[in-house]
Nanobody
Framework: QVQLVESGGGLVQPGGSLRLSCVAS????????MAWHRQPPGKERELVAL???????MFADSVQGRFTIARDNAKNTVHLQMNSLKPDDTAVYYC??????????????WGQGTQVTVSA
């Protein structure tokens, strides 16, 4: 199994910043994509940002220019830097990683989620 543990959520005022981190542990060979999703209250889960093993990135339109994503392959970690936060960014944020446990055995793992609340 591949376990993901997120950290860095919390309460922040509008316009503030937070940095989320997610670290993977367990038995795996390589991690291809690392991503952050979020689920606002009463809404479906949505993709926020993604980074590939070649460091290609993509962002949801709603966070473009405000959020950045970065990975540290040596530490099996992905970070989400969130700036200029808005109340609409309030959600539970989930880390997701996909890769290979071995040559022909893929994995698709999720973290437990971390709450981000943007409020005055």
């Amino acid at each position: 199994q591949v376990q993901l543990v997120e950290s860095g959520g919390g309460l922040v005022q509008p316009g503030g910043s937070l940095r989320l981190s997610c670290v993977a542990s367990g038995n795996f060979g390589s991690i291809n994509t690392m991503a952050w999703h979020r689920q606002p209250p009463g809404k479906e889960r949505e993709l926020v940002a993604l980074i590939t093993d070649s460091s290609g990135t993509m962002f949801a339109d709603s966070v473009q220019g405000r959020f950045t994503i970065a990975r540290d392959n040596a530490k099996n970690t992905v970070h989400l830097q969130m700036n200029s936060l808005k109340p609409d960014d309030t959600a539970v944020y989930y880390c997701n990683m996909r890769g290979l446990r071995s040559a022909y055995l893929p994995f698709d793992s999720w973290g437990q989620g971390t709450q981000v609340t943007v409020s005055a």
